[in-house]
């Protein structure tokens, strides 16, 4: 089954994981996801894969978190919207195979599923 990267290129972990897989000798499909963001379901349906709740997937260190006041915010729902309004929020890179996904941190971690 394929392997699929939601990639930011710009970013060292990201590039990194992308490494990885490639040195497994797997051809990923790259997902650019600042370019084409992950819908509401998808960002759903990759926390049920991580087994994480929405704010583990979020670059909480970002200025746009902050502007956005998303620490205050409660509801899992108005934090996954955010992310897809926003892709900037994701945490990168996300590595998904087989049913199974991993975040790239360190990238390390998705070898646990290649």
Do not use: F
Not at 26 to 46: F, G, H, M, V, W
Not at 59 to 80: P, Q, S, W
């Amino acid at each position: 089954m394929s392997t699929t990267i939601w990639h930011n290129p710009r970013c060292s972990k990201s590039r990194e994981t992308l490494s990885l897989i490639e040195e497994k000798g797997e051809q990923p499909t790259i997902r650019k996801y600042l370019e084409d963001a992950p819908s509401i379901e998808e960002i759903r349906d990759i926390l049920e894969l991580l087994g994480i709740e929405p704010r583990a997937l979020m670059r909480t260190k970002e200025a746009l978190y902050k502007e956005l006041g998303l620490a205050d915010v409660a509801d899992d729902e108005t934090l996954i919207k955010a992310m897809a309004d926003n892709p900037k929020l994701i945490e990168r890179p996300v590595v998904i195979k087989n049913g199974k996904a991993r975040l790239g941190r360190p990238p390390e971690a998705v070898l646990e599923i290649l």
